[in-house]
């Protein structure tokens, strides 16, 4: 759905009635991933897709019937791709696909609308969120779990917050039958964010790759010169000249945080590491030989940090391409950060 929000919210604002077509499972060869949404409202306009145009025909179809009698409520909807039709899309097999449909109720009550306005501003605001739907035919209820674990909806079910919180990690949205009752929770990540210790010549190019691939990218050098005077080609989001223990608490160090320790500078690169290694940070590499790095093991265990800790920095730092270039070296980085960026998928 979020990739249609700007689409209902430019409706919701309209105050168009719409039906909401959410993917909540596939098999097979389904041309669209779960979560993927398409509105339609009572026009026949669209937006967003569930198939690929495999399925949108008849999706349609029963979500302008829905929207002429919304009191029915929502639906579940199940569809196989036939190999023909599948070869009409330009898949190599058939597959198979559930979809909830449901009206779109913003103004269905104080829960539904602080649930929707919630959302909103979740998103708008890059925090990141749950937002589930109870899986059945007539009123379904909807709920909001924000990172921290709020939940916000007529919730009494502690286990749809736990599995939110769980999916939330994993960035993955899911289909899940908790007491009897299926339940689909779309996770809306937030823009995932780089944190950069130390700005050299890689880091010129580590920003670039990171900018490209839809992060927010955040330099920390408290060395003026290097922080001030390095040029960038496409610039961070931030450039902070202060230690690390000065700056990395203004960030959630939370599983959708990838740092890089590049400043090859210990007192900078250990006090980062100190931070970081009690946090939840999804990746923690550090630049350095094999060398460098048994003599950086050795000081995280004299200052009490134990082997399991110790273990979740990549060091040497990054994919083994046999870099040798600034540029190929960032390029290594940047593809063993997407390797955990994707390890859920």
């Not at 209820?141 to 919180?165: C, P, Q, S, W, Y």
Request: include cysteine.
């Amino acid at each position: 759905m979020k990739d249609i929000f700007p689409q209902i919210n430019g409706w919701v604002a309209e105050q168009r009635k719409f039906a909401v077509a959410t993917v909540t499972g596939t098999w097979g060869s389904s041309p669209r991933p779960v979560g993927s949404s398409l509105i339609i409202d009572e026009s026949g306009s669209m937006a967003g897709s569930v198939s690929g145009g495999c399925v949108e025909g008849a999706v349609v179809k029963k979500a302008l019937a829905l929207l002429e009698d919304p009191e029915s409520g929502g639906m579940p909807l199940h569809f196989g791709v036939s190999d023909e039709d599948a070869w009409a899309v330009g898949l190599s097999c058939g597959g198979k696909l559930d979809v909830y449909l449901e009206a779109f109720d913003y103004d269905g009550g104080v829960a539904e609308s602080l649930i929707y306005q919630t959302l909103a501003e979740e998103v708008s605001e890059n925090r990141g969120c749950v937002y589930v739907t109870e899986l059945k035919t007539g009123d379904a209820l909807h709920f909001l779990v924000k990172a921290d674990g709020t939940a916000i909806g007529r919730l009494d079910n502690e286990g749809v917050v736990t599995m939110a919180l769980r999916l939330y990690q994993e960035r993955k949205s899911a289909k899940v039958e908790i007491d009897g009752q299926a339940y689909f929770f779309e996770v809306f990540p937030p823009k995932p964010r780089m944190l950069i210790v130390g700005a050299a010549h890689i880091t010129v190019d580590l920003v670039r790759f990171a900018n490209i691939f839809g992060m927010e990218t955040i330099v920390i050098d408290p060395r003026r010169v290097f922080a001030s005077k390095t040029q960038f080609d496409d610039p961070p989001h931030k450039i902070f000249d202060q230690w690390p223990a000065e700056v990395l608490d203004k960030f959630p160090l939370d599983p959708y945080t990838y740092a890089v320790i590049l400043s090859h500078d210990p007192k900078i690169d250990d006090q980062a590491l100190h931070i970081l290694l009690k946090s939840e940070v999804a990746y923690i590499g550090a630049l350095g030989s094999k060398r460098t790095h048994a003599k950086r093991v050795a000081r995280l265990q004299e200052a009490g940090y134990g082997e399991e800790e110790i273990a979740r920095i990549q060091a040497p730092i990054g994919v083994d391409i046999n870099a040798k270039t600034p540029k190929e070296i960032a390029l290594s980085v940047m593809a063993e950060v997407i390797q955990a960026q994707n390890q859920f998928l």
